[in-house]
């Protein structure tokens, strides 16, 4: 079975994809230092696939340590997840941001070269858009950047552009994922973050599940359909499919390609909400704020090219994420925390 490296597969959109790996075929080895995920990931994987994945607990900064991985294993691809996520944190503390998402993507190319894996798929963000001139956004927009971790995953895709464009030989797959929400239908893996939400669904699932008071809704002054900011929210394992797809891809010597993942669909904070609430089947208290720095009024994708080249086409509507992260939410009221 083809081996593939997945680093940040014990997260949130990691999972989804190993599950996904799995059922495919695919032999994917985990490696993950657990700063932002819970090793009961992996007996939850079992539930769902039969299969419990090979694990490292090794933080991809660890050269020597990562460098153990690639002895072990003949990988044919690896799938980096492997970064901190949080703009508001990104602000804060940047060197941080910088050392993890910089020095962990150096290490892992720098070994794919020394053991000759030629194959890489790298979790980009819609966040590399900015404030887009105009929506549906497409590959070929400007891009630009306003935070720390928006600059590491600008700089990441320059770092492999520049990379590929001396190594033919090596084929890149940079995916820019809109708005990842959901869950597994089976409620048995899920986003689980810790403490206070940034994102919008989970923050809606914990007031509905009644962690949270009340949601704050940022901004209803925005030039949209209700004022509220649109988004293009991707079933989690839509996302984690399009992995799949991109391996593929990356098989035939593709190079380097760039899609993005969305379904090509805005929809406001208002709107997700009163989606939620026909899922779980009540009222979810919501005030109006103030808009939140840095945020902007639309975001959303035009996927033609992904649909093209790979076939890739998000099957789950806005109803059915809704019932998933709520069916997650309710069976783990507090995430994988016993
Ligand atoms: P996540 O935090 O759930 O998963 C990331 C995983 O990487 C975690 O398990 C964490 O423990 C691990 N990790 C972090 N630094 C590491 C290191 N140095 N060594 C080893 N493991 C490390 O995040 P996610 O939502 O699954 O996102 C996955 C990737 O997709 C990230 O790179 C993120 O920036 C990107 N992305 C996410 C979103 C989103 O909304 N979730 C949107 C766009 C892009
Ligand atoms: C945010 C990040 C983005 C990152 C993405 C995925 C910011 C400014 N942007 O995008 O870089 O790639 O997450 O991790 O943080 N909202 C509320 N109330 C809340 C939370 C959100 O009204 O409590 C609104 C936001 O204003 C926005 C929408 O909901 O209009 C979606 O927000 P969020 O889930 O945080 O995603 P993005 O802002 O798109």
């Known amino acids: 079975m083809k081996k593939i490296l997945v680093a940040g597969g014990m997260g949130y959109i990691g999972s989804h994809t190993v599950v996904n790996l799995i059922e495919n075929g695919y032999d994917p080895i985990i490696v993950d230092n657990l700063s932002n995920s819970n090793i009961e990931v992996l007996n939850r994987i079992n539930m769902i696939t039969g299969k419990k994945p090979a694990f490292y607990k090794v933080d991809l900064c660890d050269y020597d340590k990562l460098e153990n991985v690639f002895k072990e294993n003949d990988f044919v691809a ?25 020095i962990s993507t150096l290490n892992l190319i720098e070994l794919m070269e020394k053991y000759k894996v030629n194959n890489l798929v790298f979790s980009s963000s819609a966040t590399v858009y900015g404030d887009p001139i105009s929506v549906p956004i497409y590959e070929t927009f400007d891009l630009h950047v ?43 893996i899920g986003e689980d973050p810790n403490g206070i939400p940034n994102n919008l669904m989970p923050y809606i699932t914990q007031v509905a599940i009644g962690k949270r008071e009340c949601l704050g809704v940022f901004g209803n002054d925005y030039n949209t359909k209700d004022g509220t900011g649109v988004r293009d929210y991707i079933h989690v394992c839509d996302l984690a499919y399009g992995h799949v797809l991109a391996l ?23 709107e997700v909400l009163h989606a939620m609430e026909k899922a779980c089947g009540f009222k979810i208290p919501y005030q109006i704020k103030p808009r939140r720095e840095g945020d902007i009024a639309t975001c959303y994708a035009n996927c033609d090219k992904a649909f093209k080249e790979i076939g890739f086409k998000a099957k789950y509507n806005i109803d059915d994420m809704c019932r998933d992260s709520w069916n997650w939410q309710k069976k783990n009221p507090n995430g994988y925390k016993k």
Do not use: W
């Open 78 to 102: 690896a799938i980096h997840f492997a970064g901190l996520k949080a703009v508001g944190e990104s602000v804060e503390k940047p060197l941080m941001y910088y050392q993890n998402n910089l």
């Open 146 to 188: 306003t935070n720390p971790y928006g600059r590491t995953k600008l700089m990441i895709e320059d770092i492999l552009r520049d990379y590929c464009k001396v190594h033919k030989e090596f084929n890149v797959a940079l995916l820019r994922y809109f708005n990842p929400i959901g869950a597994h239908p089976s409620g048995l």
């Open 248 to 270: 593929d891809k990356l098989f035939t010597n593709s190079g380097l390609v760039t899609y993005n993942l969305g379904t090509g669909n805005g929809y406001s904070v208002l």
